[in-house]
Nanobody
Framework: VQLQASGGGLVQAGGSVRVSCVASSTTFSRANMAWFRQAPGKERGIVAAISRNGRNIYYADSVKGRFTVSRDNAKKMLYLQMNNLKPEDTAIYYC????????????????????WGRGTLVTVSS
């Protein structure tokens, strides 16, 4: 599975941006997906995760109420809508995938995911 994230850029604090991730695999609809981010000098950490059918969703506490993860299995696309951005949201955002059965729990650790995209940079200015 190849993943490619896009849509990052420079945005002012309080603004919004949507990042997207396109998958090359026809098995996208059978994969749990996630967004991770890595700020300079920090570990890569979970932002949000979504199950293969979109019914189970997880958000990190730091983004709850501001970010929304969604997916379109027909288009093999994963999205992260980010609103009310803060300077501390500045990071490279990565999409990740893992083949999963319907009842599989959502993973929140890097090791839970098999496939990774290259990432897209989001910079939030104060």
């Amino acid at each position: 599975v190849q993943l490619q994230a896009s849509g990052g850029g420079l945005v002012q604090a309080g603004g919004s941006v949507r990042v997207s991730c396109v998958a090359s695999s026809t098995t996208f609809s059978r994969a749990n997906m996630a967004w991770f981010r890595q700020a300079p000098g920090k570990e890569r950490g979970i932002v949000a995760a979504i199950s293969r059918n979109g019914r189970n969703i997880y958000y990190a506490d730091s983004v709850k109420g501001r970010f929304t993860v969604s997916r379109d299995n027909a288009k093999k696309m994963l999205y992260l809508q980010m609103n009310n951005l803060k300077p501390e949201d500045t990071a490279i955002y990565y999409c990740a995938a893992k083949d999963a059965i319907l009842t599989a729990p959502l993973g929140t650790r890097r090791d839970d995911y098999t496939y990774w995209g290259r990432g897209t940079l989001v910079t939030v200015s104060s």
